[in-house]
């Protein structure tokens, strides 16, 4: 059986470890001969993976392991890379959050301004991995899920149009594992699922189990009074944002109870809720900062300090298990059916044909076949284009380094309320990426001073 080789981009991510373990847990389903680490912050790489080194010692020696911020030495003789990278850090995910918040505004890691401006950022980068893995192997694939999913595949459809990437996002698993639970299976894989929308922004319309029973009816009358919230046992989502946004499903599910809705859609139609119980001065980054960051890296230089895995408390990324189906698919062309962020074309028969929507699809060796959804309702047509319009005016907005096009954009989103919010936010913003975004061409300033906006 062909052992793989994987190249893993932002080798300093949180969320690495966890990864590898899944890896290393899926090693009969999924054989490799080689693990690669890439990052281009050089310490904060190194102690995640002189870690997993610890680990691949222990658990599967015969794995040949790497770290590296060279990008030929990462990228030759890879199979698949996959990538999280997050351009700025949480330093400046603490940023996206705030600056808007500082404007009566959501403040959110992948939603409305704060989105775009990690948009803004990540699209270089993105892209520049994307090359280097064509250059050093050029039949890989890279499996991508750095944020903002929405953007950055719009991005690599616009720029990248014949590469190997496949955009993923793992909330609608994570929201399946809840429904499973809620409908008294075992896993979220009993269930067969019809699902459209953008990343970040879509809704279920049909749920069965395997044997074509509708779950919809058992699942909906749970949500109705509960939201997402049921107890799938330890991940980061017991934290109470997290566990205030499941139970908010059921605020969002009111809107529409002909469909199940995905969690991020709270920021969009309850945009007053989330500014009143936001706290401007701490937010989910600094939850994250204070949790999740500390609890890897602490647990990480336990494992250095005593060259064993031993009282670890680092666990398998159960939630990554998908990114290893979507691998297996491309490898073994299994035709598993999978959500994926994919060009529409026609998929949702009345929807942009140019749009990345995340719907299901059959993957093979070839890659993804997107599935038919046929034509949706008005309300979520409605939404969908005001979207996936903000997310191609911030793609062409960095094409152009357009101050125009990103103020379209910002103005554009459903959580910014005027032309003039979003002017002050887009100011503060372009003023905190000035490291990270593309030198953004401002407007005339005869008519910028001309224009009032106070
Ligand atoms: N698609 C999804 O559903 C999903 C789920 C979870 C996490 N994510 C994304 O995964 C990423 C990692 O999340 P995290 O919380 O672990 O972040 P993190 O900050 O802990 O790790 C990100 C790593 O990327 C590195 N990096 C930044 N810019 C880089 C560049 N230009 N080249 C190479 N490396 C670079 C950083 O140095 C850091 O080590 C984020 O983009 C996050 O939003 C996506
Ligand atoms: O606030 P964070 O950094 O903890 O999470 C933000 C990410 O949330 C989603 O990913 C979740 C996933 O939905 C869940 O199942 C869990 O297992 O972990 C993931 C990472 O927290 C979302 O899909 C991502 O895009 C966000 O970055
Ligand atoms: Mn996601």
């Not at 046992?233 to 599910?253: C, I, L, M, Y």
């Not at 959804?373 to 911030?394: C, D």
Request: charged letters at 25%; proline letters at 5%; glycine letters at 6%.
């Amino acid at each position: 059986m062909k052992k793989f080789s994987v190249a893993i981009a932002g080798g300093g991510s949180t969320f690495t470890p966890g990864i590898v373990l899944m890896l290393l847990d899926n090693l009969d389903k999924f054989p490799l001969r080689k693990i690669k680490f890439y990052d281009n912050d050089e310490e904060r790489q190194d102690t995640i993976a002189r870690a997993c080194e610890v680990i691949l010692r222990e658990k599967a020696p015969e794995i040949e392991f790497l770290a590296t911020t060279d990008p030929e030495e990462a990228f030759t003789d890879i199979d698949f890379v996959m990538a999280h990278i997050r351009v700025g850090k949480y330093a400046m995910r603490e940023l996206d959050e705030k600056i808007p918040l500082k404007h009566g505004v959501v403040g959110q890691e992948t939603c409305g301004p704060g989105g775009i401006a990690y948009g803004m950022r990540s699209i270089g980068p993105v892209i520049e991995i994307l090359d280097y893995m064509e250059k050093y192997s050029p039949e890989a694939w890279m499996l991508n899920y750095s944020n903002p999913a929405a953007i950055v595949a719009e991005a690599t459809r616009k720029l990248r149009p014949n590469s190997k990437i496949l955009n993923i996002c793992d909330m609608p698993v994570g929201i399946e594992d809840h429904m499973a639970k809620i409908a008294g299976l075992n896993s979220r894989k009993e269930m067969s699922v019809s699902y459209y929308g953008l990343n970040h922004f879509g809704w279920w319309k049909s749920i069965t189990d395997k044997e074509g029973n509708d779950l919809m009816p058992k699942i909906k009358e749970h949500v109705r009074k509960h939201g997402y919230n049921a107890d799938i046992g330890p991940n980061q989502h017991v934290e109470a944002s997290w566990n205030d946004t499941f139970v908010k499903a059921r605020d969002v599910f009111a809107v529409d109870p002909d469909t199940l809705p995905n969690t991020y859609l709270k920021y969009y139609l309850f945009q007053d809720y989330v500014v009143e119980h936001s706290d401007k001065e701490y937010t989910r980054a600094n939850e994250v900062m204070d949790g999740r960051e500390k609890f890897v890296f602490g647990e990480c230089r336990k494992i250095i300090e005593n060259q064993s895995t031993e009282g670890c408390k680092l666990e398998v990324d159960d939630h990554a298990s998908y990114i290893v189906d979507l691998a297996r698919a491309i490898a073994y062309n299994t035709h598993e059916r999978m959500l994926l962020i994919v060009e529409n074309n026609g998929s949702i028969e009345n929807f942009d044909k140019t749009a990345m929507v995340e719907i299901p699809c059959i993957v093979g060796s070839n890659g993804p076949e997107p599935l038919r959804i046929g034509t949706i309702p008005q309300f979520q047509k409605g939404l969908m284009e005001q979207q996936v319009s903000v997310e191609k005016l911030v793609v062409e907005g960095w094409i152009e380094r357009s101050y125009q096009k990103l103020w379209q954009a910002i103005t554009l989103s459903k959580t910014v309320p005027s032309a003039s919010v979003a002017k002050a936010i887009l100011d503060d913003l372009l003023e905190a990426n000035k490291e990270f975004w593309p030198e953004i061409k401002r407007p005339e300033v005869e008519n910028v001073e001309a224009l009032s906006l106070v």
